[in-house]
């Protein structure tokens, strides 16, 4: 059995999710362009942000799922998959985020390969998207990791943290994806 495992989030995983944004906060929000509000930071809120993720998956709308390490059903990071599109399409972008305490592990690699194969083979999308700043060395590892390959380079393209950011894009075809 492997070192972790995935799956959507539930209700009862309110207080971990809590834990483990407060936790990491200043980690994430480094890469995010638009911060959480003060009161992100609570118990209802995290319980709120539950019941949006599952109600964005009923209607297909995006997906994220709980990276939890096997021998303690302890909650470390997330991988979502947004800005689903259907026909023609059939793709998402998908996005991670790991406790700090658990990089540089390849946990995230791993979770993002499960994640891909579930995008895959559960909701059939066809394309997976990726972007990363170039400074993100370490998720650039990951994605390369899993098969992801370099389509280009997006300049300027997001404002984070007071500046026009320029981001890696990737991308991952199913027919490209070692399902081994």
């Known amino acids: 059995m492997g070192t972790i495992f995935l799956r959507p989030y539930q209700l009862s995983d309110a207080e971990q999710l809590l834990q483990l944004n407060v936790k990491n906060q200043l980690h994430f929000e480094y890469w995010m362009p638009v911060k959480p509000q003060a009161n992100a930071y609570t ?20 997906y994220a799922f709980g990276v939890f390490l096997t021998e303690n059903n302890q909650l470390i990071g997330d991988v979502s998959a947004v800005f689903v599109e259907r ?5 998402c972008m998908i996005g991670y985020q790991l406790d700090r305490e658990h990089n540089g592990k390849g946990i995230m690699a791993e979770a993002v390969r499960q994640a891909a194969r579930i995008l895959f083979e559960t909701y ?31 300049k300027k393209s ?16 199913k027919e490209e994806f070692s399902f081994d």
């Not at 997001?158 to 075809?173: H, Q, S, V």
């Open 43 to 62: 118990l209802k809120k995290q319980q709120e942000r539950i019941e949006q993720m599952m109600e964005n998956s009923l209607a297909d709308r995006s």
């Open 87 to 91: 026909f023609p399409a059939e793709t």
């Open 124 to 154: 059939q999308f066809h394309r997976l998207r990726a972007e990363v700043m170039p400074e993100n060395i370490g998720s650039i590892r990951v994605l390369e990791k899993v098969g992801f390959r370099r389509e280009g380079l997006a």
């Open 158 to 173: 997001l404002y984070i943290n007071g500046a026009w950011e320029d981001f890696i894009l990737f991308a991952l075809l």
